[in-house]
């Protein structure tokens, strides 16, 4: 089993071989990331909700005094238009460099799949090593949730002809972010 600097290191490597970005951070540092990460990549506008952990970092705040618009009600409506779409997944796993979506509610869907950029926040605690370690986790969800969703990085796919093509399905570049709450 490997440790969890391991684990976070394997995570990032995975995500990175499908073209998604790593940040490993602490809960004080979460949203002068998250800022860096959109002012990098020319991102003005995004949804997120405000949950107990972006309250707690003061996200919505630092957005907006870093002249990025936060949309936080309305999620149908603004994630359409919004550059950026921000969410905190349930869980990850290191060998695929995937987020695990466990959730009733159709905003967090949105968020990560109408914008362009998407960040996924996950709490290191919940990365497990393997795939087969994921279902494990799944099976011991009660309830279970309305939807659980995989996300491997940002959206592509291929026509019949076999020409990639990024972005149709989802976002065209992904961003995660591990909390590291050791």
């Known amino acids: ?3 969890r600097l391991e684990l976070f290191d394997t995570f990032a490597k995975n995500l990175e071989a499908v073209n998604g970005t790593c940040y490993k951070t602490d809960k004080a540092n979460l949203a002068e990331t998250i800022v860096k990460i959109y ?5 003005d506008s995004t949804c997120m909700l405000e949950t107990d952990l972006a309250k707690t970092a003061g ?45 009733d509610d159709i905003d967090n869907r949105l968020m990560a799949i109408m914008p362009e950029y998407y960040i996924g926040i996950v709490n290191g605690s919940t990365i497990v090593e393997t795939y087969d370690d994921m279902f494990d986790k799944l099976a011991e969800l009660k309830p279970f949730p309305k939807y659980v969703g995989f996300i491997t990085g940002p959206s592509r796919t291929a026509d019949i002809e076999c020409v990639g093509t990024v972005g149709v399905h989802g976002p065209l ?8 709450d050791l």
């Open 39 to 43: 002012k990098d990549n020319g991102i």
């Open 173 to 180: 570049q992904m961003s995660v972010v591990i909390v590291t």
């Open 1 to 3: 089993m490997e440790s």
């Open 59 to 103: 996200l919505s705040k630092v957005l907006m005094d870093n002249g990025i618009q936060v949309h936080s009600d309305h999620i149908r409506l603004n994630s359409e238009t919004d550059k950026g779409g921000i969410t905190e997944v349930a869980y990850g796993i290191a060998e695929l460099g995937s987020l695990i979506q466990a959730s």
